[in-house]
């Protein structure tokens, strides 16, 4: 997590009778799959319901408060009928989400409809999408979720949320945007970091659950505070040392606590980015070599004529012709 995170934890002492329930379970990008990550080497689809399961326990051990996921439930919008059964039986109930991009045909929400997503929706009781048709709003435990769909976010004007200012209980937006810890990368010109959603929002939300970026941070500002879970699993290999997570919300003070995942060592294996990185090397090398070359070639043919010749007399790759051709390009 982010140096910068600002976290507030709460800790329940003493025995079970006076344990302190949380109101609710947050959490983001599940990516549910019936397909192994490049990476995995474990029963994956055993790990993802076991994560599912220790959501269900967790529940339960805070009296049945719901679970807020802030999207992408599924790692593909026309998931499997297994897979979709896998989830009917496993998700947590009282479960509320967005359409992440994942969950939408095309990534719009113009095409929920024909999700897995819509599926589980209209087959599963106690779970409830905002954001994927026209309902965005649900309460809760009083309190007021919007949910805010994948790509919808830009359309929403600060006027639109100023009906807030007169609801009771706690708000809550839930987005699935790419929000960043800290600093806004240059090159993201349409994004927010972290604090510029906050002081956009803060007026209106007391929490802001986000999901798409996998990896989790929390941060406040004026008593608001953005809780971005990161993702359930550990799917691919740069996130080896990862601790996935899911926070408790304690409406009261407006507290957040994480509670990891349950995970096992030596999931991954790293032997196809060794493979890319070999290659990489090689390319590099290659196109050095040519570069280092270029001044010693005969006068009486030009360089585009001596290059074929050494790529059929080497009998080049046609990716690392490519490759070279590009790079070429730029440095002729």
Same mark, same amino acid.
């Given at each position: 997590m982010s140096g910068e995170t600002i976290m507030k934890m709460k800790r329940s002492k003493g025995t079970k009778k006076n344990k302190k329930y949380a109101d609710a379970i947050l959490v983001s990008d599940l990516h549910l799959t019936d397909r192994t990550p490049v990476s995995r080497v474990d029963d994956y689809l055993a790990a993802q319901i076991k994560k599912l399961n220790f959501l269900q326990s967790l529940q339960k051990e805070n009296d049945n408060c719901p679970v807020l996921?802030?999207? *992408?439930?599924?790692?593909?919008?026309?998931?499997? +009928?297994w897979l979709c059964s896998i989830a009917f039986e496993n998700l947590p109930s009282n479960f509320v989400t967005i359409p992440g991009n994942h969950d939408l045909p095309m990534h719009s929400v113009g095409n929920y409809k024909k999700s897995a997503l819509s599926l %589980? *929706?209209?087959?599963?009781? *106690?779970?409830?999408?905002?954001?994927?048709? &026209?309902?965005?709003s649900h309460t809760i435990n009083n309190m007021t979720v919007i949910g805010v769909a994948y790509g919808e976010f830009e359309g929403y004007k600060d006027s639109e949320f100023r009906f807030l200012d007169g609801v009771d209980g706690r708000k809550i937006l839930m987005l699935h945007e790419l %929000?960043? +810890?800290?600093?806004r990368p240059a090159w993201d010109k349409t994004g927010y970091s972290d604090?510029?959603?906050?002081?956009?929002?803060?007026?209106?939300?007391d929490l802001i659950l986000t999901g798409h970026?996998?990896?989790?941070? !929390?941060?406040?500002?004026?008593?608001t505070v953005l809780v971005n879970p990161g993702s359930m699993l550990r799917i691919?290999?740069?996130?080896? &040392?990862?601790? +996935?997570?899911?926070?408790?919300?304690?409406?009261?003070?407006?507290?957040?606590?994480? !509670? &990891?995942?349950?995970?096992?060592?030596? !999931?991954?294996?790293?032997d196809h980015i060794d493979r890319k990185k070999e290659r990489e090397n090689r390319a590099v090398a290659y196109i050095e070599r040519i570069n280092r070359d270029k001044e010693n070639i005969e006068t009486d043919l030009s360089f585009r004529g001596n290059l074929e010749a050494f790529f059929k007399e080497n009998k080049t790759p046609k990716k690392v012709r490519e490759l070279i051709w590009e790079n070429m390009e730029a440095e002729i």
């Open positions: 996921c802030a999207g *992408d439930v599924f790692s593909y919008w026309k998931a499997s +009928p %589980i *929706d209209f087959v599963m009781d *106690d779970f409830c999408v905002l954001g994927g048709e &026209n309902k965005n %929000i960043w +810890p800290g600093n604090l510029e959603l906050l002081k956009k929002l803060h007026k209106h939300f970026n996998h990896t989790g941070f !929390v941060k406040e500002y004026k008593n691919t290999a740069d996130q080896i &040392n990862d601790q +996935p997570c899911c926070y408790l919300y304690f409406a009261k003070d407006n507290e957040v606590e994480p !509670v &990891n995942f349950p995970i096992k060592a030596g !999931v991954h294996n790293t």
